[in-house]
């Protein structure tokens, strides 16, 4: 199944993971708050987007390669996302449509087409994830809290000035850095059980849309594999019926069904 993972799916299963961001308010006293308080500041931020539409760079660093692309995404809840790559001088990498149920992905360089059931394990094998939908949806959006993690954490500390929830699980520890002054989120780090960051995501350079504070710059660490991705936007649209784009596949495309 590797060879059927390309370049292109590497740079699309990148996407999901992007996140974080910061802000200079005045800090607030730790006394002042409290988790319920931040959660709900944080969900209600992000319930406010409910279709998302953007374009600008994404830049990938591995040992394999280092490449910098053109990027347009639609994302409407709860249930599509939409996007498509571009490489040096517009020249077309990959795009992908989405849904809760079902997920295309064609590949231009290989003239593949790639087609199976919204499942972990499918979203996983083809674009290296290891979320479910909802997960990826939410992220996609500007980062907040996944769904297990949105009862008390196991503990509220603060860390280099930051409030840090934690949350600790057998297969698992997560860490969610928010921002004292805007109780923003600015990071997530997702930890082995041993403590060890496998991946970590922040939010940068928040702008208000709509009345909605949403990351244009968001970047993506996996220290494992040395891998880190980049994605600046340059322009957000909030809340706007349809897509801006769809997947257009060739007649001779080989098409490639994954159980």
């Keep these: 199944m590797k060879s059927l993972i390309p370049y292109a799916a590497f740079l699309l299963g990148a996407f999901w993971f992007l996140g974080c961001a910061s802000s200079t308010s005045p800090k607030r006293p730790r006394a002042e708050i409290s988790p319920e308080r931040l959660h709900q500041i944080v969900l209600a931020n992000h319930a406010g987007v409910q279709a998302l539409s ?3 760079r994404i ?10 692309g053109s990027f347009s995404v639609y994302v409407k809840k709860p249930d599509t996302i939409a996007m498509k790559l571009e490489g040096p001088f517009g020249i077309e990498v990959g795009s992908a449509v989405v849904t809760r149920n079902t997920f295309e992905f064609y590949n231009s360089f290989q003239n593949q087409l790639m087609t199976g059931a919204t499942s972990a ?10 979320l479910e939908f909802d997960d990826m949806l939410d992220l996609f959006t500007g980062g907040t809290f996944l769904e297990d993690d949105r009862s008390p954490p196991s503990t509220l500390e603060e860390e280099e000035g930051y409030f840090v929830m934690i949350y600790r699980g057998g297969s698992y520890h997560r860490r969610y850095w928010i921002e004292p002054g805007s109780l923003l989120l600015v990071r ?5 059980p041993a403590g060890k960051l496998m991946l970590e995501q922040r939010f940068l350079n928040y702008r208000r849309v709509d009345h909605i504070q949403i990351p244009f710059t968001l970047r993506v660490l996996m220290p494992r594999d040395r891998r880190a991705v980049s994605i600046s936007y340059s322009d957000i649209v909030l809340n706007r019926a349809g897509v801006p784009f769809t997947l257009s596949v060739p007649r001779n495309a080989e098409r490639i069904h994954i159980q």
């Design 54 to 56: 953007g374009s600008g």
């Design 59 to 68: 830049s990938i660093e591995s040992p394999e390669i280092a490449q910098t």
């Design 188 to 192: 997530i780090q997702h930890l082995d």
């Design 121 to 130: 394990e499918n979203l996983s094998r083809i674009l290296r994830v290891n």
